[in-house]
């Protein structure tokens, strides 16, 4: 007989039960696992280097402001975050796009800042999505002192299972192919702007400063159009003394700003060898906790498929289905039953993790900051120690000007 006048298999032509089938179908299912993606791969994102002269007023200064951490989007099933290890990342992974935009060679001054109200030409804010040392997810955002949007991105990449290798010569953070990827798209879009362009941006920020510490004195030089972007109207007299003082008082922002570098760089130094030990171990603890929770979830499905087919079966008029019935509903029994003890598994990793967690919230003691000038008491998180030496500096300029308003003509912008 050829095979062309051979009927196709199935649970009838085979004479299986369809309840039969459906138990055999879901063992086989269940044999055949479900397999954990390792990524092998060594390659990371090569840093773009800007090898092209920049004038002074092109250089575009960044800040990064700290992180969302996240924590409030985490839901109960979340099992590998842990608030005290985010709050820590939101400051670290700030800090290595900092350091990779600094290489870059391609901007003025880059910085973490507390918040968005520094004055910076170009502002980056990204939010946590995932991080358990092995999936590491942000979303990325991206504007300038105009108030223009130049991107919003997520950026997602697993660690290769080399990183956390002593033997292999990995780069130091395992995601520092993500820090690159983000500075190479801000040097892009940095790329396509005109110099007019970049200039009137540096204009914008420094106008935006004064205004925000005299209104009266330089409302009328820029405006917010209604798309919400700034625009310059008018330009401050070279010689003007308010302008002078601005600046001043500027510089001692910057001050105050790179003295809080000092301070994140410290943080991440002081974490950096915890937060290495924590990852390499959450890599191994988040892979087997996605492995458990997925094996658990489908020998729990398959041990209720096996029970109800037994169930069928065992109500069967034939002895022989009967006796596979009871055989289907022990052996769902006990899948259920291994399902139930891989989750008290996982469990178990997440206690673990948790340990690691509050091992690595001791080093995250915030510091007060000194200036070198004088030492000014500063409570709170560094975001409010921020703010309350920005009201500072505005007490320091009102006493310096007395309250008098410009008397130099401003000029008209072309």
Not at 5 to 19: D, E, G
Not at 363 to 381: A, C, K, N, V, Y
Request: net charge negative; glycine share 6%; hydrophobic share 35%.
């Amino acid at each position: 007989m050829s095979n062309a006048s051979m009927p196709p298999l199935s649970a009838s032509t085979l004479n299986i039960k369809p309840w039969c089938a459906a138990i055999v179908v879901v063992f086989i299912g269940v044999l055949s696992g479900c397999a954990t993606t390792v990524v092998k791969s060594t390659n990371q994102t090569q840093l773009q280097l800007e090898n092209q002269y920049i004038a002074e007023n092109e250089l575009l200064d960044v800040g990064i402001v700290v992180f969302d951490p996240g924590i409030e989007n985490i839901d109960d099933d979340d099992a590998i975050v842990f608030p005290e290890i985010r709050k820590a990342e939101s400051h670290y992974m700030p800090y290595q796009l900092m350091d990779a935009m600094q290489r870059s060679a391609a901007w003025g001054a880059v910085r973490v800042v507390p918040n968005g109200s520094a004055a910076v030409d170009v502002l980056v804010t990204g939010d946590i999505k995932e991080s358990d040392g092995e999936l590491l997810v942000l979303e990325v955002n991206a504007t300038d002192s105009s108030g223009k949007t130049w991107f919003t991105k997520e950026y997602k990449r697993k660690a290769s299972r080399y990183s956390y290798d002593r033997k292999v010569n990995a780069p130091n953070d395992p995601f520092s192919g993500v820090y690159n990827e983000i500075a190479n798209d801000l040097l892009t879009y940095k790329r396509k702007m005109r110099s007019v362009e970049l200039q009137n941006l540096r204009v914008i920020t420094e106008l935006k400063f004064a205004k925000d510490f005299s209104p009266e004195a330089f409302q009328q030089h820029v405006s917010v159009n209604k798309e919400g972007i700034y625009e310059i109207h008018r330009l401050p007299a070279n010689n003007d003394p308010m302008l002078e003082r601005i600046r001043n008082i500027r510089e001692r922002d910057y001050l105050f700003v790179d003295t809080l570098q000092e301070y994140y760089g410290s943080f991440v130094r002081e974490m950096e060898t915890p937060y290495d030990q924590w990852r390499s171990q959450s890599y191994q603890e988040a892979m087997a906790i996605r492995e458990l929770k997925s094996q658990s979830r489908n020998r729990t499905i398959a041990g209720v498929a096996a029970v109800v087919g037994g169930i069928m079966a065992a109500g069967s008029g034939s002895g022989s289905a009967a006796a596979a019935g009871q055989i289907g509903v022990i052996g769902g029994g006990y899948l259920i039953k291994d399902g139930f003890d891989r989750r008290s598994d996982a469990k178990m990793h997440v206690e673990a993790l948790q340990e690691l967690g509050y091992s690595l919230e001791s080093d995250m003691e915030p510091h007060f900051i000194e200036l070198e000038d004088r030492t000014i008491t500063l409570s709170g998180s560094v975001e409010n120690q921020y703010e309350q030496w920005r009201e500072i500096l505005r007490d320091i300029y009102r006493v310096e000007t007395g309250g008098v308003l410009s008397q130099s003509e401003p000029t008209t912008r072309p």
